[in-house]
């Protein structure tokens, strides 16, 4: 079983409304993700963290997300002013290192954007 | 940029017979290739990764060999069981260690 616990399973927000969802990633795992699923099955990588700091990020997460990864607290990542096409399930994983070692998943929050 | 292109979106084959999904890729780098499953309302798991060494990675009678002459990480399986129905995608990472996915394949396997 996922030892990626996140918070909550399902959101609903109406549209221009913030949406914020939470991330425990794995014990001792240093290194979080955050991807966004479409109803369409796939993939986007938004952003990534290394303990508080961000490793990489795209263009729409800078303009529209506010994410962070603060020490002792849950990871979040929330939308500014939600849109009708940010509806998707929005996965976080962790891993211990940055590369080639398995990346573990949650099961998401599942958005959607009335 | 990166990309992972996996040509079948779906493939439905009878139980017992032998299973090939495809996974090409492009990178200006050497990335290191995944394949990961995920069932239905599941977090996606990591089935094989590839070695540095070009050892053939194997879990749950499924094994992929990394040919970079090829960039392509093909996943095979002797024998499809009634519960590797799943969808599958493959994935590159390097750098920070961002996975790049393919589209995915839904794998749907019949008695």
């Known amino acids: 079983n996922s030892k990626v616990i996140q918070t909550p399973r399902y959101l609903v927000k109406g549209q221009g409304q913030k949406a914020k969802m939470r991330c425990i990633p794995e014990?001792?795992?240093?290194?979080v993700f955050w991807y966004q699923q479409n109803k369409n099955n796939e993939f986007k990588f938004l952003i990534n963290f290394q303990n508080q700091e961000v490793l990489q990020q795209i263009d729409m997460t800078e303009k529209r997300f506010s994410a962070e990864c603060p020490s002792n607290s849950p990871c979040s990542l929330e939308i500014q002013s939600s849109e009708a096409g940010d509806s998707a399930l929005y996965l976080c994983?962790?891993?211990?290192?940055?590369?080639?070692?398995?990346?573990?998943f949650g099961k998401g929050t599942r958005l959607t954007v009335v | 940029g990166d990309s992972v292109t996996q040509t079948e979106g779906l493939v439905t084959l009878t139980e017992g017979l032998p299973v090939m999904l495809n996974c090409t890729y492009q990178?200006?780098?050497?990335?290191?290739l995944f394949w990961y499953v995920q069932h239905l309302n599941e977090a996606p798991k990591l089935l094989l990764k590839?070695?540095?060494d070009n050892k053939r990675p194997e879990h749950q009678g499924f094994h992929a060999t990394l040919h970079k002459s090829s960039s392509s990480f093909h996943l095979q399986k002797s024998s499809a069981q009634l519960s590797d129905s799943a969808l599958y995608y493959c994935?590159?990472?390097w750098g920070t260690g961002k996975l790049t996915f393919g589209d995915g394949t839904v794998l749907t396997v019949k008695p």
């Open positions: 590839s070695f540095t």
């Open positions: 994983a962790s891993s211990l290192e940055q590369l080639n070692t398995e990346v573990f």
């Open positions: 014990k001792g795992h240093p290194v």
């Open positions: 990178s200006t780098y050497s990335p290191f």
């Open positions: 994935a590159l990472s």
